[in-house]
């Protein structure tokens, strides 16, 4: 049941329903996830590629038998004219929404990448940090992929530009047309964490958890 601090959640973050108790019932898919084991049942991950201007966002699912398929896959876009707090917390809002739809069991999202710019990294550091922040307040086990491994994962080769991981997303997933860059980044992101996930199982690797 939920308890008063589940009511101090539920100011803090307002949704129509309190996203906290939704978990009560999945802790065991959630821990499953993250140690990087495979669950009995269906696995969904929410993949983020964040974005100031346009954070792309996937929900792919995992059946019992291996089979993948995406559920929701999309881009949270902001206006130009929208303010840059505004704009961290329509990226917050909307994650919580696709987590309370979709109830996955974990989060993957793409590590600090090297940018010249201070601004532009200080600018995807907070972009980053709601999506993280959206993810963690809700139990949701975090976990972060390089972009070279994501690319490395779906093309296999870590330096393979965006229009080949789009083209490989679409195949891999069966889709009926190329996703948008921001789009086939989150897809990826979900492919590449299900790869890590099954390699981890094995002993093999380590996922990264933050």
Known sequence: ???DSDALAQSLFPLRMNPFCLRENKSSRASAAA???APAAASRVLAVDPSLRGTGFAVLEKNASGKLRALDFGTIKNRAELLPSSCLVAIH???AELIYKHEPDCAAIESVIYVQSHRIAITLGAARGAAILA????G???F???PRRVKQAVVGRGGAEKQQVAFMVRALLGLTENPSSDEADALAIGLTHFQMQET???GAIELSRI
Do not use: S, T
């Open 1 to 3: 049941m939920c308890d």
């Open 200 to 202: 981890a199982r094995h």
């Open 93 to 95: 809002d909307r994650l």
């Open 35 to 37: 140690a990087g084991a």
């Open 144 to 146: 972060e992929y390089a």
């Open 140 to 142: 949701l086990p975090i």
């Open 135 to 138: 993810m963690a307040a809700r």
